[in-house]
T-cell receptor
Framework: GAGVSQSPSNKVTEKGKDVELRCDPISGHTALYWYRQSLGQGLEFLIYFQGNSAPDKSGLPSDRFSAERTGGSVSTLTIQRTQQEDSAVYLC????????????FGPGTRLTVT | DAKTTQPNSMESNEEEPVHLPCNHSTISGTDYIHWYRQLPSQGPEYVIHGLTSNVNNRMASLAIAEDRKSSTLILHRATLRDAAVYYCIPGDSNYQLIWGAGTKLIIKP
């Protein structure tokens, strides 16, 4: 079946512009996660959605970052007034639900802020 | 959160077994040990997880020390496609896993 998809695969933007990154999770997966990964580093948790519960936003680095998940499926991560330090690969993952279930990751969006 | 220690990198020959160690001395009693790997320019993929007993699946085996302070991921016969960064991550839920820098596995043909 289809895996997690993300778009765009690459995004180059100018400092100060807003960007939207999209994630399509695996159908039926109720849990969705956003991470970012800087070059050579491990993953940094950003935000987590589980079903209709309020998302856990504790990993968002600043109020310029926000995310929503519509209809329990597609999610959009928005970064306002981008800064150069926002440059990273943004990864989305989904899992059947919370708990000890494997996460399935998308290929990521590489964001470059110039 | 449990702190993990993994070698920065390891090398192995193709078609030989690989043992990837991980120390997690502060692991709590309810933490599972998750292993993921990340191939170049791809998102991570799940490898295996376990709690106390050794675990096997089609990709690998996980050997967990009796005191649970360390574990070893075993690739029985490495191929070039196994070259990746391997992450060892203790956690009681996939929700709040803390990802370290992992071990870069280099496979020599």
């Amino acid at each position: 079946g289809a895996g997690v998809s993300q778009s765009p695969s690459n995004k180059v933007t100018e400092k100060g512009k807003d960007v939207e990154l999209r994630c399509d999770p695996i159908s039926g997966h109720t849990a969705l996660y956003w991470y970012r990964q800087s070059l050579g580093q491990g993953l940094e948790f950003l935000i987590y959605f589980q079903g209709n519960s309020a998302p856990d936003k504790s990993g968002l680095p600043s109020d310029r970052f926000s995310a929503e998940r519509t209809g329990g499926s597609v999610s959009t991560l928005t970064i306002q007034r981008t800064q150069q330090e926002d440059s990273a690969v943004y990864l989305c993952a989904s899992s059947r639900r919370t708990g000890v279930y494997e996460q399935y990751f998308g290929p990521g969006t590489r964001l470059t802020v110039t | 959160d449990a702190k993990t220690t993994q070698p920065n990198s390891m090398e192995s020959n193709e078609e030989e077994p690989v043992h990837l160690p991980c120390n997690h001395s502060t692991i709590s009693g309810t933490d599972y040990i998750h292993w993921y790997r990340q191939l170049p320019s791809q998102g991570p993929e799940y490898v295996i997880h376990g709690l106390t007993s050794n675990v096997n699946n089609r990709m690998a085996s996980l050997a967990i020390a009796e005191d649970r302070k360390s574990s070893t991921l075993i690739l029985h016969r490495a191929t070039l496609r196994d070259a990746a960064v391997y992450y060892c991550i203790p956690g009681d839920s996939n929700y709040q896993l803390i990802w370290g820098a992992g071990t870069k596995l280099i496979i020599k043909p």
